[in-house]
């Protein structure tokens, strides 16, 4: 090997904490005293794994790892810092210690990879926010694993170099070979096909509650005996959205990369995310959380996508009210071992329920007490239920010829949805709202208030009792949408009364 040496060896690595990458200097130290190895600075059980990873990783490597005293700390060591994403880093800082492997290429470059026994470099979660990370950071080229090259090269401004092994990391320092800068493998694979709404006969009157919900980014409620469409409906929600602008497309790879769901060779995610938790989930696997560093749970993975919430009658009620604060701030906090990670969490919740827990085909079938019924949908009741714009109670198709009937396809359905949602853009624009959804209400009160005749039916609800005051706001969200999807310009009393049958439908239950 060609290079002196040191007593010390230094190399750039990039942690994770929460959502925010750090970069972490790896120190390797050899110094006289017994032989040992030891590793410092506010690691976890993961990365004290690290040692015996990275000692086989050398050893099978045909390199050397020293039989002296050997200290590996983690600068700055007031950090949290978790994972395997070190081992390279401190693979290689051991091997510049011992001057098995020159420092030219370190300056300005980060280190990122987790190693196998036999050497090997796995793929690393959180490969994307890593690499922004450094290269807000100043950094200018970024080892990683081969698996992770193609989500690398989506950050601009940082050269990447894919490895497959730790000895292929020490040959290109060596300048003895030049790393893979495109992705290997079969190149992007398209993404999974989601169903048509075609597909849907019957309904009309859901189908369009989708529709609305689609357009303005509204939260819906779908009620109604089983096997009626309600799970189907819902599974095309994704298909009826836009894609994600190219913005929105980085944030959500990057909480799929930090989730480690990401597909190797697709990247980067176009689609908004559909997340369906069972209706066993927990709190922690809705919200995010674990030991060492937090996952992103399901409120975080469907982030500008759809959170779907099949059965929610059969989740427990503090299950459900764990949703409240993401939905209302559009950020999820975690609790963790060392402080509080916050994590993206703006979605679009969609919830299926039978009216009743023997749901009958027939609601006259019902051999549920009065009070056991109102018990079942009214967990829904409350908070959470004033969050949702959109309830529709579906019927079965009363006849067979229903049946028949061909429903209208997703692409026809989409255009209408993206044609809506760009008058609501081109509306919004000066105040940054992307959808009816997120116009505060105190916009919705002033600037834009409607004149007393188009209030008139929100008035009345509001002095009988029937709606809150967070739920006028939301109905005028919705009569925005309605508004938009006609094509008007400003909402009339038809849109306002629409939206409030939207809202109170299912209510009185
Ligand atoms: N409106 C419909 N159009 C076409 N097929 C339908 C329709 N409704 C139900 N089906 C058929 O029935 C199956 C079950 O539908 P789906 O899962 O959507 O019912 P559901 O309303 O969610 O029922 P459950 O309350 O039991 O969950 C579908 O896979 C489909 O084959
Ligand atoms: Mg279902
Ligand atoms: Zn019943």
Redesign the pocket.
Known sequence: MTGVATDLGRVHSVGLNAFAADVVEVQANISSGLPGFYISGSTDTSLREAKERVRAAVNNSDLKFPEKRLTVALAPANLPKSGAGFDLAMAVAVLVATGQAPTTLLPGTVMIGELALDGRLRSTRGVLPLLLGARDAGFTRAVVPIDNVAEATLVEGIEIGGAYSLSDVVAWMAGNLVLDTVADGPGPSAAPAVPDMT?????PAARHALEVAAAGAHHIL?T???????????CRLPGILPELDHAESLEVTAIHSVAGILPAHRPLVVVPPFVAPHHSASITSLLGGGTGMARPGAVSRAHRGVLFL??CAEMGTKVLDSLRQPLEEGIVRVARRDGTAVYPARFQLIL???PCPC?PVNDVDCVCTSIVRRRYLGKLSGPLMDRIDIRVQ?EP?GNTAL?TEQ?ESSALVSARVATARAAARDRWRDHGWLTNAEVPGSALRREYRLPPDTMRPIEAFLREGRITARGADRALRLAWTLTDLRGGTSPEADDVAQALMYRDRGNGR
């Not at 109604?224 to 409906?233: A, D, E, H, N, S």
């Open positions: 597909d849907v006969v019957g309904q779908m109604g005996p089983p096997g009626i469409g309600k799970t189907m409906l819902a099949d059965e299926a329920a039978n749901a579906m198709p049946m429903g």
